[in-house]
């Protein structure tokens, strides 16, 4: 009985795989690159529901780590020459990892509220210190730096083209997605997402509490470190923007409106605050202010459906 | 002898270099300067201390109520030419505005997880902050100071106004702080805070006082920014520095609690204040965050707040 259902998940799984590998041959330049970006911010998104899906903790500063794994992917670009992809991820994911940890320390003695006020205000910290740094960070103009090509060492290498990237980000994303569903199902997973349910309780029955928070928001931060690196690869920049704090509230926005603690319900949600916005912008010209009408859409959802779009299918995901 | 002599002497010589080198008239300058910001953002964190501890919501709106009540002042200096009115008028419409969101968004969420008031009212902020982008565009608009009078204060010409600010502000809490420890309303909303069942069950309308409460926050919120407009240009943006501002002053002075949030308020405005002497005002931020992850590691509590015995 179990088995069969298990088929069912992954019949449905490999459809979807497949249809988003061949997505880049049918559809043209620009919405190639739409749907790659909505994969990057569904890692993005996806690495945050660990903490709010799973071990019920908002965090408002996934920013930083994102922003921290795109600083740090351009500064592996800017000095190593020629620039190497997997240089540029190592260098991310240090960074992310190392200002997880820092953030983690601080945050993760405090609950609900004050958890999410903390990781927020540790994200404006960083981006103070990117913004102001001017030597070493550009400031507010960003570092710009050439794409590396994609390859292994030694035996070949091509340049990165739309599909490529297409195709780079989207076994990353999958990779990852894989890893989280396996952390998630895992006994650790099980103790995260006791901690959510009944946090004196896992701490009475002899789990170190503190220690499996902070390992939680590590990992938050590595995957986000992960989707900042992608996104600087396919963008060929960095900004202090990405670390302002709003990226973390369209983050937890994604969360909420694909179903938090499904996994895939961020990357949903991901997809349909930015198909949304490409259309309201579409309809009513560039100008147009498509957050109101979103904001209106994200404060009815949390009203009446605070399940997400995918809320209904939680169980069935993660069987 | 001599020796010893010159060499104290040296010493003293060195600790007057280091008195003299400190610039006592810009500290000077810089602690009056605080206290007025300060006295601003106490008004601001007052409102949100309230809002939270009455009903555990943090406000993430509560900037752009601020910033949306500097709109409404500069619309209504416009039409007007009186900044009194201007200052009024703002205070009630944000204040009803502010009950408005209350009754459409947070109503519905009594009684969930705490967190998705969070994520309401952020969404909130973003319709507000968006509005004010569509409606009044990116560039600042100017409050004119109801008055230009200034007074010399060493080498600068101070203006009176500020002090005006810092003066209405204590006001305004003075007059809100009598409000909630004698008059009856502010009695409700003080029994609501410590115990909101017992007060429904004593025939306080507890839904109305949450709306009343949230109203008279965003009324105190869009006060200040009429008042601080002048200082600065007013635009969409200017909710978000001083939310986060406040979220500290409210974290570090204690949640719930208001004289914390105000002796908080003043302490960070004159540490900035004082950094700013050295560093540019946009490093000078890192003073407040770093108070703040002091005051979480040692006193999550709050600094200003009693040790719980």
Redesign the interface.
Known sequence: MKKRRNTSYWVAFSIVLALLIIAPLVLPEFWRRFLTEILIWGLLAMSSDILIGYTGM?S?GHSAFFGLGMYGAAAALLVFSPPNLWLALLFGLIASALIALFVAY?ST??R???F???T??FS??FY??V??WTEVTGGENGLNFPRPRLGIPGLYSVPFTSETMHWFVLAVVTASYLILRRITRSPFGMVLQSIRENEPRTRAIGYPVERYKIVAVMLSGLFAGLAGVLYAVQNRFAAPDFIF?LVS?ET??FN?MGGIGTLVGPIVGAGFFQLMREFLSRIFGD?F????P???V??VM??FL?QGLLGFARRWLNR | MTQSFISIWGCEMELTAILFSIPWDQILIQTINGIVTGMILALIASGLTLIFGIMDVVNFAHGELFMLGAYIGVVVLATTGNFWLALLIATLVVALIGAAIQVVTLRPLIGRDPLTTILATFGVSLILQNYALWQFGPVARKIQEPFTGHFTLFYLEYPWYRLVIAGLSAAIIGGFWLFLKYGKYGIWIRATTQDRVMAQAMGIPVPVVYTAAFAIGAGMAAASGVLFGPLVGVNHTMGLDWVLKAFIVVVVGGMGNLGGSIAAAIFISLLEAYASIWVSPAQAVIVSFIVLILTLLFRPTGLFVPTPK
């Not at chain 1, 202010?289 to 109101?292: E, S, T, V």
Request: proline share 5%; net charge neutral; glycine share 6%.
């Open positions: 908002v408002f601080f003695r405090l609900d509220i004050y999410a006020i903390t927020l205000i404006q910290i103070v210190i913004f102001t704090f509230g937890v926005i909420v100008q202010p498509y957050l109101i979103l904001g209106v994200f404060i949390i009203i605070p």
